[in-house]
């Protein structure tokens, strides 16, 4: 099934593309605003095949990494990260060795039991000053962003299950292992990680990457100014 087929609920390849831009210019505008450059190093967690790696980082003198469970042998995104198999709590790096991490739309993946563990990890490979940069989607936006599905993220989890046989990307539910999770409880394990908050900002896309049949009611939500299609944040690590 094309995810990508741009009908109902679905958007087109041009509206992904759009989707990507967006996200990676607000994430580059992040790391431009918060960053101390000491070591130099970048480190993209949930890199997939390091499309939106190379577009977190343009303008910016690093020497980018990423890791990625559904990589396989280690090889170089377009513009030359290094992309690697790898899991954000078994992180295969030294301590302090990075200037920025971006956790982008990888959090809501995360079993409970290994949130914390995580946001220990990567606090780990943080250099001093270093910071954490990243969005998390709301689960309680109308259309939840993973299935497609009006209301999913308000549904317990055993019912999540059930309702996701109607999603029309053709995404297995137990392989995206999407969690509701919102930026309270991000916020809350960094914070335990030994993270300051520095930025937590509502995030909405624009009509450009939204689904066409769904831009009139996208214009209306934007009116309200409630439940964000997702927040934006930095961390840092004093």
């Not at 831009?21 to 130099?40: D, G």
């Not at 343009?58 to 170089?76: A, F, Q, S, V």
């Not at 995030?203 to 439940?227: C, D, E, K, M, Q």
Request: glycine letters at 8%; charged letters at 20%.
């Amino acid at each position: 099934m094309d995810a990508l087929r741009g009908s109902g609920l679905l958007q087109s390849r041009a509206e992904w593309d759009a989707r990507n831009s967006e996200l990676a210019s607000t994430i580059n505008e992040l790391l431009r605003a918060s960053m101390v450059c000491e070591t130099a190093r970048a480190l993209d967690v949930g890199c997939m095949r390091g499309e939106l790696t190379d577009r977190y980082g343009e303008g910016l003198d690093l020497k980018w990494y990423g890791i990625d469970p559904d990589l396989g042998d280690e090889h170089r995104s377009p513009s030359g990260a290094i992309l690697r198999h790898g899991f954000a709590h078994q992180l295969d790096f030294p301590a302090e060795h990075f200037d920025c991490i971006v956790f982008a739309n990888v959090y809501e993946h995360i079993p409970p039991q290994l949130r914390g563990v995580t946001l220990r990890d990567l606090y780990r490979v943080l250099a001093p000053g270093g910071v954490l940069v990243g969005q998390i989607p709301n689960p309680y936006f109308p259309i939840e962003s993973h299935s497609r599905l009006p209301f999913l993220g308000y549904l317990p989890r055993s019912w999540q299950r059930r309702y996701w046989r109607l999603s029309p990307t053709g995404w297995d539910f137990d392989k995206a292992h999407f969690f509701s999770v919102t930026i309270a409880n991000l916020t809350r394990t960094a914070e335990v990680a030994g993270f300051r908050t520095m930025v937590i900002r509502n995030f909405n896309y624009s009509l450009a990457a939204i689904p066409a049949s769904l831009r009139w009611a996208a214009t209306l939500h934007a009116g309200t100014g409630v439940l964000p299609w997702a927040w934006q944040f930095v961390y840092r690590k004093p």
